[in-house]
């Protein structure tokens, strides 16, 4: 990001109008899947995949914003019934995803506005550190044994 780019990001979250554009909306989804990091469906032995689910669906007057986003691998997304609308589902379905954004998180998007909760996720991610390395010989023959006493 430019300092311009980063300049205009600024004064857009000075407006009271705020709005994301669609490449932000697929940054916004990209940082949820990133921060979540996981299927929100209680019982999900899949976890693969993961898409950003829509609980109140654009189309029916639902909007691009993190309290309507819900993260769901791609099996819970199409074989859990998912699509149906109710309103008990839908809340079932907000607190699921209450649930995992306060355990994993620590702060739920229902605190914060939009944009807040934007600089919530980024921070959340960027202060992340994975260590990226190869196992020694060593560590494989322990996980390998761990496997085999547990198989």
């Given at each position: 990001m430019?300092?311009?780019?980063?300049?205009?990001?600024?004064?857009?979250?000075?407006?009271?109008?705020?709005?994301?554009?669609?490449k932000?909306?697929?940054e916004k989804r990209a940082l949820y899947r990133s921060a979540i990091g996981k299927c929100c469906m209680p019982g999900c032995n899949f976890g693969l995949m993961l898409e950003v689910h829509h609980i109140e669906p654009i189309k029916k007057g639902g909007k691009?914003?993190?309290i309507n986003f819900i993260v769901l691998c791609s099996h819970c997304h199409r074989h859990s019934k998912i699509h149906r609308?109710?309103?008990?589902?839908?809340?079932?379905?907000?607190?699921y995803k209450l649930f995992q954004e306060g355990t994993i998180i620590n702060e739920t998007s229902d605190d914060y506005s939009d944009e807040?909760?934007?600089?919530?996720?980024k921070n959340k991610v960027n202060n992340c550190h994975f260590e990226t390395r190869k196992l020694?010989?060593?560590?494989?023959?322990?996980?390998e044994v761990n496997y085999e006493e547990n198989a």
């Amino acid at each position: 990001m430019t300092l311009r780019q980063a300049e205009d990001f600024l004064g857009k979250l000075n407006r009271k109008d705020f709005r994301f554009t669609k490449k932000e909306n697929n940054e916004k989804r990209a940082l949820y899947r990133s921060a979540i990091g996981k299927c929100c469906m209680p019982g999900c032995n899949f976890g693969l995949m993961l898409e950003v689910h829509h609980i109140e669906p654009i189309k029916k007057g639902g909007k691009d914003e993190f309290i309507n986003f819900i993260v769901l691998c791609s099996h819970c997304h199409r074989h859990s019934k998912i699509h149906r609308y109710s309103e008990k589902r839908k809340i079932e379905l907000l607190v699921y995803k209450l649930f995992q954004e306060g355990t994993i998180i620590n702060e739920t998007s229902d605190d914060y506005s939009d944009e807040e909760y934007w600089k919530v996720l980024k921070n959340k991610v960027n202060n992340c550190h994975f260590e990226t390395r190869k196992l020694t010989i060593e560590e494989k023959r322990k996980l390998e044994v761990n496997y085999e006493e547990n198989a």
